[in-house]
């Protein structure tokens, strides 16, 4: 009896000494690593910038009914259209109808001038035919129609892409011989245009004016010290005001600092500045002056940038970020850094060894540090395992 209680003992304890050693390997583990990635760093600083342009006011003094010639944010050549100007409300929706049959014929031709029907992804055509569906649908709950008609209108155009990605273009010469003959009522139906309204300068047109578009004017930058942003308000615009032009070329962003901030930068500084725009997140620009303020405490940095767009033309202010240099290189985090015969490093997982590489710190904070990228070997590479947390490491030790 005694016999089988120690052997059974003895298995018990063979048994816990075996799954104790499981469990031990499956979640000990000596090192724990990072991957070294690719990652640019900058050391900007916020701002609030105010933007300074030159930009006209477009003013109507005619009577009549306005039918715009160009979108709000399209680019306007100098003494273009911007408006035509009509007798009554009828002709202006007529117009509208015209430029909207006009687009359907327009992209009628255009599907059926695409010939390489092989290349058609019929996936891609019916995910857009999907998306504008919805997109038409929640237009229409929120009651945005002039969003809705446009959404209506990529919808068909997808469709008929559809058509005529599988060779259905039977039915088109039908709907061209429509179109046409609608567009051609519409033609006759239109009373003549009283006056136009052109643009005196190029650049892009806005519809919607804030009031500072006198108030930050180009032409004199020395009057933008900190005392004048602090006190400048909008201006009340006649009721004759229609819009404004932006003009497309230099313009400026003004932004209130510190005068120590101030010192860090000069005349012909070549920086980058962050948006939040979406279609330009990235501004080249430099720095055209900095102004003081009367007791030398704070300073108006002036940057100028030639990049122009329909959004950056309807900004007026925002946050920023200034960036004067930046740093790319591989990244990893701070606590890997290790000091071995007066270099330092970082240890790396090779195989089953830990091996030692010396790095070039482009730059750091306090949770993560940006190597210099080299190709040589025994150097820090893209991707390579570094390790982040490992006791007595040392080059060459076997990583169980």
């Known amino acids: 009896m005694k016999k089988n209680t120690l052997a059974k003992a003895a298995i018990i304890t063979v048994a816990l000494s075996f799954l104790v050693n499981q469990l031990f390997s499956a979640f000990y583990k000596p090192v724990t690593t990072d991957s070294a990635v690719f990652y640019t760093a900058n050391n900007g600083f916020k701002i609030t910038g105010v933007i300074i342009r030159n930009e006209i006011l477009v003013e109507n003094n005619n009577s009549g009914v306005l039918h715009f010639m160009i979108d709000d944010g399209e680019r306007v050549a100098k003494n273009g259209v911007v408006a035509n100007i009509y007798g009554n409300e009828s002709a202006s929706i007529t117009l509208s109808q015209i430029e909207s049959v006009q687009k359907k014929i327009d992209d009628i031709n255009d599907i059926l001038s695409y010939n390489d029907l092989d290349a058609a992804n019929l996936d891609l055509i019916n995910k857009r035919i999907s998306d504008n569906l919805n997109s038409f649908v929640l237009a229409t709950a929120n009651g945005t129609f002039s969003d809705a008609q446009k959404n209506s209108d990529q919808l068909l155009f997808s469709i008929n892409r559809r058509q005529a990605a599988m060779g259905e273009t039977a039915s088109f010469s039908a709907q061209l011989e429509a179109l046409n003959s609608q567009l051609a009522k519409l033609n006759a139906n239109l009373t003549g245009v009283k006056g136009q309204i052109n643009a005196s300068q190029s650049g892009y047109f806005l519809s919607k004016t804030d009031g500072y578009e006198t108030v930050l004017k180009s032409d004199n930058l020395s009057r933008y010290t900190p005392e004048y942003l602090d006190k400048i308000s909008a201006e009340k615009q006649n009721g004759n005001v229609i819009g404004k032009i932006v003009s497309d070329y230099e313009w400026y962003i003004a932004a209130k600092v510190s005068i120590n901030e101030s010192h860090n930068f000069k005349a012909g500084d070549t920086l980058k500045i962050y948006t939040s725009v979406k279609s ?68 790396i997982l090779k195989g089953m060894q830990a091996k030692f590489v010396p790095v070039n710190i482009l730059y750091s904070t306090d949770s993560m540090m940006v190597c210099e990228k080299a190709d040589a070997d025994g150097s820090l590479r893209l991707y390579d395992q570094v390790i982040v947390k490992g006791r007595n490491l040392y080059d060459g030790k076997i990583i169980g």
């Open 280 to 347: 330009s997140p990235v501004l080249p620009v430099t720095v055209k002056q900095i102004n003081t303020s009367n007791d030398s405490l704070d300073a108006v940095i002036i940057f100028s940038c030639s990049e122009m767009n329909s959004e950056l033309a309807a900004m007026r202010s925002g946050p920023m970020t200034v960036v004067s240099r930046e740093y790319s290189g591989l990244k990893v985090p701070k606590k890997a850094l290790r000091i071995v015969d007066g270099k330092k490093g970082v240890y």
